[in-house]
C-alpha cells in the first residue's frame, strides 16, 4: 500500500446527512497507518436516488468524479449500485458497490442469505441483481421495512421492524445472514445481530472492508 | 473492535515454511490500531493436502483449534477449504475459506473470473467448489500450471509458467480477474497483475480482507 | 456379478434399533443368487448424527471401515450422506450416500419432488444438498415433520404427519414424488404411497437398487 | 413385491436383433426370487429410431403396450427416451427412460459426468435432455464415435474407439464417470471400465437397476 | 417477403369455436400486403386436449398438416405447445408455439413475469416449460384461475378472475408482465391490461408478431 | 391498433449511415395499414457506441428522445440494449432492445443458438447479457468476425467472413439459430441463411416483429 493510500466512498445523492452517516459507519475502519477514508457526496446527484431515471443520472457523473479524484479504491454507497461498470472503466483502481459487496459478504458467511429492503418496490431491482450476480438459488428471502429511508435512518420503530423482518427471513424463510438494503442503517447492525444470532452485513462496511482486502496487499 | 481483537489465519499442513509466507504475504494488513494476525500451523495436518483423505484428516483438529483459540476471525488458508463447516459451528466468529474468498473477492472485481491451479487433478474440486457457490457461468476457466507446489512459491520459472497460463485465461477464456489456486503464491501477485493488466487476487489476501470488513465493524 | 458380491450399508451412528431396521426394510432385496447386503453399525458413531460436528466425526471411521472391508458396493445409511467422497476415494467399488439416491430416485420418476424432512433446522441442510446436485428448480418443497427422529420410526401418530405434510407438498407445493428424508420410516412407504398416489422414496432402498444395478452388470 | 412381478423392457425399434442384445445385457439381473424380466419389440416401431418423426412414430404405441401388459414397472430401451411422459400416464408401475437413469446413475457415482454418443447429430437432443433434468453444469463433455449404430453393437474397432472417445472426456474434459449413449453397447462396458478407470454406466442396466430399486421395497 | 405468403395458426383441438375465436383475436395483424393468417382447425385432434395422451395424440397429425400445407410460418395455438419439434422437422418455415412464444415475448417486455393458468393442473406442465426454456429464475409465479376452459372466453366472471389472479401475481409475487395460458382469452387482454397496468401477453398474438418478425425480413 | 400507430426505431450512435442502413433492413415490415416505422438518429449520441462510457453517455438522450416521441413501441437499435430500462420508465409503449430480441427470437427457432459478434471485445458483454437474461445454457457459442463495423456493412469479404464464422458455430459448437451481433449486417441475413441452412436472426428485424406483436393486438 502506498503512504498515501485512500478509499473513496461516494454518496451518490446529495443528502448529506446520509455522507455523514456513512462516515460514521466507517469510523471503525480508519486505522493508523492505513488508508484514509473519505466520504464525499456526489454534488449532481438527486436529493433520494428512487426511480430509474435517478439512478441513470448519476451515471456519468460518476465516473467523472472518479476520473478526477483517482482514488487507491472507490466504494458506491448506495444500494442499487449506480455506475460500477463505468467507474471501472474511468479508473484503475478497484470499484466496489454496496449491494454486489454486501451480497457476497453475506455468501461467505453462510449457506442461504436475505435481504431486508427498506420498500417493497426495490425488491424487484434486488431480485435482478442477485440473478445477475448468479445466485439466486442462494436466496433465503427479500422481505420490505415498508417504512421510509428516513424513517429507516432513525431510531426506535425502525428496529423493532428490523427485528420483525429479520426474524421472519431467519425462522420461516430460513436466512443464515442477512443484508441490510440501505445505506443508513448501520447504526441497527449490532443490536440487530445480537437479537437475532445470525451475521447482520452492512454493505458499506462490507465494500469496505474488500477495498482494504485489495489495497493493503503488497 | 474490541481492542484485543485477532484474525487466525491457519495453515492446516504441518509445514512450517507455509505459514511462515502467510505471515509475509500479510504483512501489509497488520496496521497500528487494527487486529492482530496469527498464523498459526496446525500441528495435526499432513506435510501436503492433496487427497480427500487428507482434507477430511484436518476437519476435526481444525474445529478443535478454534474452539480452542477463540479468535475474533478465522481464515483457513488451504484452497481446498477444508473444515470451514464444523469452524463455524465451533467458534461465534465469523470463518473464512480461501477459496471461498478468493472467487467472491474476484466476483466482485470482474464479470467473468479464472482460476490458476497448481496441478490439473485439483481443477475437479474447483469445479464443484464453483458450483456449489453458485457462479459456474461466471467462471471463464480453470487451468493448471503443472509444476510442484513447492516450484510455485519459488520464483523465476513459476513467474513464466503464471503469466502464460495467466495470459491464455485472460485471452482465451475470456477471464476479466484472477484467483491463484493456492496458498503460497502471494510474492507473484502484484508483479503477475502488473504484467496481465486484469486483477489478481491472492485468496488469503482476500480473506482477511473479509475478516477485516466483519470485525472493523463496530 | 462375483459369487461373493456383498452390499455393506453402514449405519453410521450407533443406534444398534436403527440397523435392525435397515435389515428389515432391505428385506426384500435380498435375493437367492443376488448379493449379501449386510447392514453394520459404526461402532465408533454417536449416538445420534445431529450437528457438523457429528457428521464430520465419521468421515473418517467410515472410510476405514470401507477399506477394511472392501465390499462390492457400499451405501451411507444417514441422510445427511456423511464420507461419501472420502469412502469413494477408500473403496474401489461404488459408494452410494441415502439422500443423493434418494433425490436422484425421486427424478426418475417425476418433473418435481419433495423432501418430508423430520426437524426444520435439517431443511438448510437438504437444501445445499439439492443446490450441490444441480437441481434447485426439481425441488417443489421440502417441510418437516417437527417430531423427534425416534417418533418417525414408531407408528401411529407419525403416519398421520407424514400424511399431513406429505399432502402439503403434493397439492400446495406441487410435488409428484416425495422422499423421506430419515433413514427410519421404511415401514411408512408403502401406507403411504397408498394414501397419496404419488411415488414415496425410501432413500436407502433408492440406493440398494443403485447398487444392484450397478453391480448386476456383467 | 408380488410373486409375479416382473420389468417390462420395451425396445421401441422393431430390430428384434436390438431385444435379444436388451436380454443378453440383462442376463445378470434375472435373480431366483426376484421379478421377470421381459425384453420385449414394439411392432409397430421403425426399424431405426433416428429422426423426431421416428421418436414420434413410436409415443403411442408404447403408450397402448404398456396399457396392455400392465407390468410392475417398465424400462423403455431407446436413448431418446421416447414416450416416458406418455408411458407414466397409461399405467400405474414406474416407467423409466434409458437416458434419464443411465444419467442419474452417473451422477451418483461422480460429480461431472461424460456421454459417449454414436453419433456427432444426437449430441443436441442429449444437451437438450441434460439442461432439462436441471444438470448441465455437470456435464464434462459429450463426444461422439461417429461410427454407425450397427458398428457400435460390433467388436474390435468400436472398442478402440469408445478407448479413445472415453479417454479424450476423462482426460480433456475431466469427466469421472461414462455414460454408454446408446442400447447395443452393453458389451463394451466391463473391458471400458478396467481400461479407462472410471464408472462405465450401461443406461439399460442403470434403469433396471432402479426399478429393482422401486419394486422390491415392500 | 413471396406475394403468397401465409401464416398458419392451427388449433390442434377440433372445437371449431375455439379457432373461430383465434381468428378473431388476430385480426388486427391481417394487414394489406401482408401474409395471409389462415387459423384451421386440426380435424383429428380431440375435442379438448387435457392430458398427454390428448397431447401425443395431435403430434403426428400436426407434422402432417404442416408437411402438405407449407406454410411460410406455422403457430401452434394451443398453450401445450404440442408437435412443435416434429413441426420444425416436417417444414423447412419457422414453427412457433404459442407457450413458448408468450413467454418470450413476456421477457422482452419485464424481467420477472407471471402466468395465468385456467387450472391448477396444468401449472406443473408450464413450470415444466419455463425451465426447459431455462427462465425459472424469471418466472415471479404461476397461479390458476379454477375456471373451466369454456368459462375462461365467456365474459364477465372470467375477467372478474383474472384481474383478481393478475392483481395477485403483480402485488404478492412481484410479476411485471402477465402471460394469459389459454387460446381462448385474447379479448381479455386489452382491459385487463388497462386494469391492471402492467402488459398482459396473449400468446397467440405473441407468436403471430414473431412470425411476422422472420417472413417480413427480405 | 390505432390509426397513428408508429414503431419508433432509434440509432443512439450519430452516424446517419447506419440510420439508413436500418430503414433499408426494415422496408418489408412496412405494410398499408401497419404502423408506421421511423428510423431515426439520436443526435446526442457518439459516432460509434465502443465503450461503456459511450453506452452510458446515450441512455438519458435516448429516455428524453422517448419521452418526448411519445411513440406506440420503441426499438433500440445497438446491440448494445443502451438505456432499455430507462426508456421503459419514461414511456408508456413497449421498449424493444435489439439484442434481447434477436436472442429471444433466436430461443424461439432452436434449442441452441450463436452469436456472430463483429469484435472478440464485445463478447464479454454478450456472455452478460445472455446469463442476465438467463439462457447461458442454451448459447451454443459467442465468436467473433474481428473486421470492423464498417466491413461488416459492406459486401464480399464480410460475408465470407460470416460463412466462415457462422459454419464453426454450427458445426463445432452446435449452434442450430445464429444471431447477428450488429445493426449493419441485414442484408447479408437471407443470403447467410441460404448458405447454412439454419435460422438467422437480424436482431432489428425480430425486436420491430416484437414491436408488431404488441401493437397489433386490438
Do not use: W
Not at 436516488?49 to 483517482?70: G, W, Y
Amino acid at each position: 500500500m502506498s503512504t498515501d493510500a485512500r478509499i473513496l466512498v461516494v454518496n451518490p445523492n446529495s443528502n448529506e446527512a446520509v455522507t455523514a452517516g456513512l462516515a460514521e459507519a466507517l469510523a471503525g475502519y480508519v486505522l493508523p497507518g492505513g488508508p484514509r477514508i473519505d466520504c464525499v457526496t456526489l454534488r449532481e446527484g438527486p436529493f433520494n436516488i428512487e426511480t430509474q431515471a435517478d439512478i441513470e443520472s448519476v451515471v456519468l457523473p460518476l465516473a467523472r468524479l472518479v476520473a478526477h479524484e483517482k482514488p487507491t479504491a472507490t466504494v458506491i454507497a448506495c444500494f442499487s449500485d449506480p455506475g460500477v461498470q463505468g467507474c471501472r472503466e474511468a479508473t484503475r483502481g478497484p470499484v466496489f458497490g454496496m449491494r454486489e459487496a454486501g451480497i457476497l459478504a453475506a455468501l461467505a458467511r453462510a449457506d442461504r442469505f436475505g435481504i431486508i429492503a427498506v420498500q417493497t418496490r426495490s425488491i424487484r431491482r434486488h431480485l435482478r441483481a442477485v440473478r445477475e450476480i448468479g445466485v439466486t438459488d442462494r436466496l433465503a428471502g427479500d422481505r420490505a421495512l415498508e417504512i421510509t429511508v428516513a424513517d429507516a435512518a432513525a431510531d426506535d420503530r425502525a428496529f423493532a421492524r428490523l427485528v420483525e423482518v429479520g426474524r421472519t427471513l431467519r425462522d420461516i424463510d430460513g436466512a443464515e445472514a442477512l443484508v441490510l438494503g440501505c445505506a443508513g442503517m448501520a447504526r441497527h447492525r449490532a443490536p440487530l445481530e445480537a437479537e437475532l444470532g445470525v451475521p447482520i452485513i452492512e454493505p458499506v462496511q462490507a465494500a469496505v472492508g474488500m477495498a482494504l482486502g485489495a489495497i493493503l496487499a503488497r
